[in-house]
């Protein structure tokens, strides 16, 4: 069955850290792979995607992502977190019929 | 990028009162659009697959005759919540695929409607 594990529900980091959040994927085909972030009471914006090709993909905003099949994982990755950076992030597989998203984790930046 | 615009952002309804939400895809054809439903602190529940022309496609468990889906055109679906009560508050979003330019794989939300039912 095709499901998205982003097992840390909440992460908290210092403005100018280094960033790393986690995603596992079950997907029964070559998967299509997709970060994105959505800010309170918006809606989900992207920041990067997978489809072939490069394994390490660059986003909007400093962001990236590496897919490593064997791991079944693409973590999402920036060296200098950003104030701006507090949000939900979502990762989420699929294209064709559908989206299969993970449960979100929620970043907050100290100052 | 390709824009996907939602309206309203925000709505208050009476309690048995019927609510409509726009999808509009602004700068390309949406053959197929898709509803979410995210409640708070959680991730997005996909609740119906919309194609033009055609019936959506409810998910299991999503009340079709309460959920009503329309999408007439490539460029509009929308979204009636049908005698609303109190649950069916929730954030709604919607989300379109462009078809064309080899981008079938990649879809783009709108900014979702935050419905309220008093």
């Known amino acids: 069955a095709q499901s998205v594990t982003q097992p840390d529900i909440h992460i908290t980091v210092s403005e100018g850290a280094s960033l790393e959040l986690r995603c596992n994927y079950s997907?029964?085909?070559?998967?299509?792979l997709f970060w994105y972030v959505q800010s309170p009471g918006q809606g989900l914006q992207l920041l990067l995607k997978?489809?072939?090709?490069?394994?390490l993909v660059q986003g909007i905003k400093g962001f990236e992502a590496e897919f490593k099949r064997s791991q079944s994982s693409f973590n999402l990755r920036k060296p200098s977190v950003h104030w701006s950076d507090a949000a939900e992030y979502f990762c989420?597989?699929?294209?064709?019929?559908?989206?299969?998203f993970g449960t979100g984790t929620s970043l907050t930046v100290i100052p | 990028g390709a824009v996907v615009s939602q309206h309203p952002s925000w709505v208050i309804c009476k309690s048995g009162t019927s609510v409509k939400i726009e999808c509009r895809s602004l700068?390309?054809?949406?053959?197929?659009m898709f509803w979410y439903r995210q409640f708070p602190k959680q991730s997005l529940m996909l609740m119906a697959t919309?194609?033009?022309?055609?019936?959506?496609?409810?998910e299991q468990g999503v009340e079709k005759d309460k959920f009503l889906i329309n999408h007439a055109s490539l460029t509009l679906s929308t979204l009636t919540v049908t005698s609303a009560h109190p649950e069916d508050s929730s954030f709604y979003i919607c989300?379109?695929?462009?078809?064309?330019?080899?981008?079938?794989?990649?879809?783009?939300f709108g900014q979702g409607t935050r419905l309220t039912v008093v």
């Open positions: 989300s379109a695929r462009d078809a064309a330019a080899g981008r079938d794989d990649e879809a783009f």
């Open positions: 997907y029964g085909a070559t998967p299509y």
């Open positions: 997978y489809f072939s090709g490069d394994t």
């Open positions: 989420a597989v699929g294209g064709g019929a559908q989206f299969y």
């Open positions: 700068d390309f054809q949406a053959t197929t």
């Open positions: 919309s194609n033009e022309g055609s019936k959506a496609t409810y």
